[in-house]
């Protein structure tokens, strides 16, 4: 088990939320959108440019820009 | 809010659409009017639609607008998308899970939407009993709710016990602009000293157990998210694993690095080159159709020796101008807009906003005014509208000045038809549609491209600030119901705007008959305008009937062209309108030259928005000030870039 940045999760490769580390109404966001502890997460797309990146969260696709996954911690 | 009443079992029923949400938790706008609405505004009930592709998330919502009202039913929409993707719902389980109704429906077959009006109107009339489950939170939390409930029971007005639980949550967590709303709805005083002393009780012993303000609101929602999944782990079974494996195909593809891009241009073009192949044809038919009209009514009116000038306002003034916009405007709209919904229903807007992003991002703002911006070539007053997604006041305000640097369906046709007189002519047979497109694309790239660059530069100078988050989903692709979205284009947006168009120019069409035939001196009043903007509008290239045209095309963008050749045609050159290839000839005989079709193209995307999208704009920002902003943003650019064109032109030619 080891702790990272959702940013460097390989491509469909499946993660499990630890921590989110922002505040505010992101992180209200990211929680209404059910990223929450224990949450199962997987980076599934890249936009052309290679951001922002679409993760597959429970059975939705959910894009989050570079600097905004970097604040959520997962392991794997 | 969008409302529609039926009648069912003999009662009438109306139906009020809240903004979609995920929550309400009152992240954005929408969410505080959703939740103000079941809140305060006393629903007979409530229906929640769900996707049943994607029960958890939503289950979100329910269990959210459970804890603030007891008459809900659940709706689980889309049964048939779940069961092409192997996904069974037991609704039975559900209902009980949740202890409401819930009714399973295929939107898209009607006869399946009898039993959810049944258990709307049994639940409206109490024949069904509700008795929704509530969240369990942490253990802790319910003692805090406990601690608190008896005080907030006295506060609060007998009708509204049942809301106690959900505001002791609420005081708890400090939502002061709840409490406000709450207050102010019932006319109450929740923060007595009493509960104060109490909050403060709470606060401490909460601390104990290590939650604090920044916590204590995942801990709620975590209890719901846990909540949801094992609801849904019980009442969903998928047959089969990796269910969206063919939407993630596609997504590979329209996402790429390398097609990514490319392809969303193609389409665009795809959509364009139809437009103008398709429109050709009924456009023609039209105008030969209103052209014998016009014989025969000028025939009735010299028969009843009615005066010239009646028949001129009536005929040359008033038919001629509304016949022009339905001639030339509506067969492109009507192709324009079906196709453009067909995109918008297959799911492929948010893919463009994905792709898009990283380029908003430079310009420091959110990839959802990709969104707003595609809004925007359907009506920019409804892409003004749309702008209310996005939950940064800052960029929701840049989204709406830029709004317009894209052409709306009232200014495309007339794009179209420039670009296939006078680029487009320069090709023969399918060449000439393919190099009107292209021109044509050229022309939206560029507003695109300038939309970027004003963004930024309005994130750099009066708007500062740096990109907020961007969360979007990626919705599942659908399969349009192309039946529906074709009656629906037409009749709810081609009609709709048409008929503002003709609403506007008949009064138009009278005034310029009127200012082309009234003289004072020598010339027409027409004449007197037209000569006065001559060497202002000389300088972008244009001339003053053009500029005097777009001034008053304010009201609506769909009659600048009719009035350019209404007022050729007062003006004296008297030539007989029998095709729309006979615009181009009367273009020409006015001295149009190609620089002339440029700038005028150039200065249809890049001038001020109609009049309707500005009093939008003034309601959704609340200020005259962004107004007058957003009339001179884009007019400044026009101006410029058409003197800059003409300039350059001058020096070649």
């Known amino acids: 088990m080891s702790k990272i940045h959702l940013t460097d999760l390989p491509m469909n490769k499946a993660g499990k939320v630890i921590s989110l580390n922002c505040s505010g109404p992101i992180r209200r966001r990211l929680l209404d ?3 929450v502890n224990k949450t199962k997460i997987m980076p599934v797309l890249k936009s052309p440019s290679g951001d922002p990146t679409a993760f597959l969260v429970r059975g939705s696709i959910i894009a989050l820009r570079k600097e905004d996954a970097s604040l959520i911690d997962v392991e794997i | 809010m969008l409302h529609g009443i039926c009648k069912h079992n003999n009662k009438n029923f109306l139906l009020v659409d809240i903004p979609g949400t995920y929550s309400l938790m009152s992240n954005s706008q929408e969410e505080e009017i959703a939740r103000n609405y079941i809140c305060f505004g006393n629903p007979d009930t409530t229906v929640i639609i769900l996707d049943a592709t994607c029960i958890e998330k939503n289950l979100n919502l329910v269990f959210q607008t459970l804890e603030i009202t007891n008459k809900v039913v659940v709706c689980v929409n889309l049964l048939d998308e779940a069961k ?3 996904i069974e719902v037991n609704l039975k389980k559900l209902s009980e899970l949740l202890g409401v109704p819930v009714v399973g429906t ?21 024949k069904i009993v509700c008795s929704p489950k509530k969240i369990k939170y942490y253990p802790i939390i319910e003692d805090c709710i406990l601690m608190l409930s008896s005080d907030v029971q006295k506060i609060l007005p007998v009708s509204k016990q049942y809301l106690t639980r959900w505001i002791c949550l609420k005081l708890i967590d400090r939502d002061d602009s709840i409490i406000d709303s709450i207050e102010n709805a019932f006319g109450i005083k929740l923060l007595t000293d009493e509960v104060l002393l109490k909050l403060d009780e709470i606060k401490k012993l909460l601390e104990k157990n290590d939650i604090t303000k920044n916590n204590l609101k995942d801990k709620i929602v975590s209890s719901i998210v846990f909540t949801a999944e094992d609801i849904c782990n019980e009442v969903v079974s998928y047959k089969r694993s990796g269910y969206h494996n063919r939407d993630r ?3 590979k593809i329209l996402t790429s690095k390398k097609f990514g891009i490319p392809i969303m241009i193609l389409f665009l073009g795809v959509i364009f080159w139809i437009t103008i192949t398709g429109a050709n044809y009924p456009s023609q038919v039209l105008s030969d159709f209103f052209g014998y009209i016009q014989e025969k009514l000028l025939y009735f009116f010299s028969y009843i020796h009615a005066p010239d000038w009646v028949s001129g306002i009536l005929i040359e003034g008033m038919y001629q101008t509304v016949t022009w916009v339905i001639s030339v405007m509506l067969p492109p709209m009507a192709i324009f807009f079906p196709l453009f919904t067909i995109l918008e229903d297959l ?3 948010p893919r463009i906003a994905f792709n898009l992003d990283n380029y908003f991002k430079k310009a420091c703002t959110t990839g959802k005014q990709a969104l707003t911006m595609c809004m925007g070539f359907g009506c920019n007053a409804a892409g003004v509208v749309g702008c209310r997604i996005i939950n940064s006041p800052r960029e929701r305000l840049i989204a709406i000045l830029t709004n317009s640097f894209v052409p709306c369906n009232g200014r495309f046709p007339f794009l179209i038809t420039i670009a296939s007189i006078f680029i487009g002519s320069i090709a023969t047979g399918i060449g000439a549609s393919i190099l009107s497109t292209i021109c044509v694309l050229f022309v939206i790239l560029l507003g695109i491209y300038l939309t970027l660059l004003i963004s930024k530069i309005l994130s750099k100078t009066i708007l500062k600030g740096v990109p907020s988050s961007f969360i979007l989903e990626l919705p599942p692709y659908r399969k349009p119901q192309i039946g529906k979205v074709i009656v629906r284009s037409l009749f709810d947006r081609t ?6 168009a003709i609403s506007v120019a008949a009064p138009v069409g009278i005034i310029i008959w009127l200012f082309a035939n009234i003289n004072i001196g020598n010339l027409s009043i027409l004449s007197y305008i037209a000569n006065f903007l001559d060497p202002f509008a000389k300088l972008m290239g244009l001339d003053g009937y053009i500029l005097t045209a777009f001034i008053l095309g304010l009201p609506a963008n769909e009659i600048v062209l009719p009035i350019i050749l209404m007022s050729y045609m007062a003006k004296g050159s008297l030539v007989n309108l029998e095709d729309t290839y006979m615009i181009g000839n009367i273009l020409v005989q006015n001295g149009w030259t190609i620089l002339t079709a440029i700038n005028v193209m150039l200065f249809t995307l890049l001038h001020f928005p109609c009049s309707t999208t500005l009093l939008t704009i003034k309601k959704e920002t609340g200020s005259w000030k962004w107004m007058f902003i957003s009339f001179l943003l884009p007019t400044v650019c026009g101006i410029v870039l058409c003197m800059c064109t003409t300039f350059l032109y001058n020096l070649i030619v």
């Open chain 2, 84 to 86: 092409k993707k192997n």
């Open chain 2, 106 to 126: 295929i939107a898209r077959k009607p006869k399946t939407l009898k039993n959810l009006l049944d258990t709307i109107y049994n639940v409206c009339c109490d």
């Open chain 1, 33 to 35: 959108l059910g990223i």
């Open chain 2, 495 to 500: 009609l709709y705007v048409l008929g503002r």
């Open chain 2, 249 to 251: 195909k596609i997504d």
């Open chain 2, 347 to 349: 799911g492929y807007l």
